[in-house]
């Protein structure tokens, strides 16, 4: 048995340095998933059920966790939720008070283009919520454009009176693929990277999307007005950072009330509280590891926060588990759809 651990640790070490050397990272991405979730996960489970129980025990245990895992590929990463939360703050406009956000995230599309039902379930849920606003806070692809033309009518059904607002993440910069992982440039001295991010931009417009790039806008109602913040993506490495926080608030007062989307939650610690006044910081990239048992999930050992509401000094960050992911699995770490209702309140901060 120890020998099988061992064996599976040094296909995931090697596994792991291909991703960051730049190799074909979503196929790697997927290998590392699944030497994880099938056989590093069940065999230590195994040693230590038996090491109290026996080994017959062990060995139930493991087969139980493989079985999870199967109900986790087949069924769990289609099984959309609606999860909802408040936002009260006393920057916001009582014009305000009870106004309604949607926000999506992590959608990789490519991941369904095998069951595009789900998308159109998707869809058909977030309609059903009628919020004021619509937002999403990146990763739409995979690794390529491409995979989201056949999606872009059911994209384009998605629709709320102040519109749909969106900021990239980090697979939306393309850079995950065979031909960018390759360094490879067409005729024009155009990368396959940024080609893709070009037309990647023109698919989200064309589908009535708004893509904020180190920008903001006003929402208004009834003379009131409060800011949507987007900026690309913010994150530690091995992933890209090319946000501006700074410049995508050029110009806002203090004291408004500010919504930020920024895809990787650990921004809103290193750049966002206590240096702003943003009340609220809308995130998502964890998927919460795409496994969840309670409050604990594994993506607790990489992100201080990586799922549901968090509240400090006055602000709130929410992080959606997102719809999808590289790897079609999820457990307990349901696909969801997040509604924010914003609330006016006489003290200071978000609850």
Same mark, same amino acid.
């Given at each position: 048995m120890i020998w099988a651990i061992l064996i599976v640790l040094v296909l995931m070490l090697a596994t792991s340095l291909a991703i960051r050397h730049g190799f074909y990272h979503n196929s790697l991405m997927r290998v590392f998933f699944v030497l994880v979730l099938c056989g590093l996960l069940p065999l230590l489970l195994q040693v230590a059920v038996a090491w109290p129980l026996g080994e017959a025990a062990g060995w139930i245990a493991a087969s139980l966790w493989w079985a999870l895992t199967v109900y986790g590929a087949i069924f769990g990463w289609r099984h959309i939720v609606v999860r909802t939360a408040e936002c009260a703050s006393e920057l916001l406009p009582e014009e305000f008070d009870g106004y309604r956000i949607l926000q999506l995230s992590d959608i990789h599309i490519g991941t369904f283009s095998r069951s595009p039902g789900v998308i159109k379930k998707m869809v058909d849920m977030a309609l059903g919520q009628h919020a004021d606003l619509i937002v999403f806070t990146g990763d739409l692809v995979n690794v390529s454009a491409s995979e989201v033309i056949p999606f872009t009518h059911e994209l384009a059904r998605l629709s709320a009176p102040d519109g749909i607002y969106s900021v990239m993440g980090n697979h939306d910069y393309c850079e995950y693929g065979k031909d960018a992982a390759a360094g490879k440039v067409a005729r024009t001295g155009e990368s396959a990277a940024h080609r893709n991010q070009r037309i990647l931009e023109y698919m989200e417009q064309k589908a009535g999307w708004r893509l904020l790039m180190n920008q903001h806008? %006003? &929402?208004?109602?009834?003379?009131? $007005?409060?800011? %949507? &913040?987007?900026?690309?993506?913010? $994150?530690?490495?091995?992933?890209?950072?090319?946000?501006?926080?700074?410049?995508?608030?050029?110009?806002?007062?203090?004291?408004?009330?500010?919504?930020?989307?920024?895809?990787?939650?650990s921004h809103w610690r290193r750049g966002v509280l206590h240096a702003t006044d943003i009340a609220l910081t809308l995130s998502g990239h964890t998927h919460a590891g795409q496994l969840k048992v309670g409050r604990f999930s594994p993506a607790k050992w990489a992100y201080h926060e990586w799922g549901g509401k968090y509240t400090e000094d006055g602000a709130m960050l929410y992080v959606s588990l997102g719809i999808g992911g590289t790897m079609p699995f999820r457990i307990g770490a349901w696909p969801e759809i997040n509604v924010i209702t914003l609330r006016r309140k006489r003290d200071m901060g978000c609850d």
């Open positions: 806008t %006003l &929402i208004e109602r009834r003379g009131a $007005s409060i800011a %949507l &913040i987007g900026v690309e993506n913010i $994150s530690k490495p091995p992933f890209p950072e090319y946000g501006n926080l700074p410049k995508a608030m050029e110009g806002l007062p203090r004291g408004m009330f500010k919504i930020l989307l920024s895809h990787d939650p």
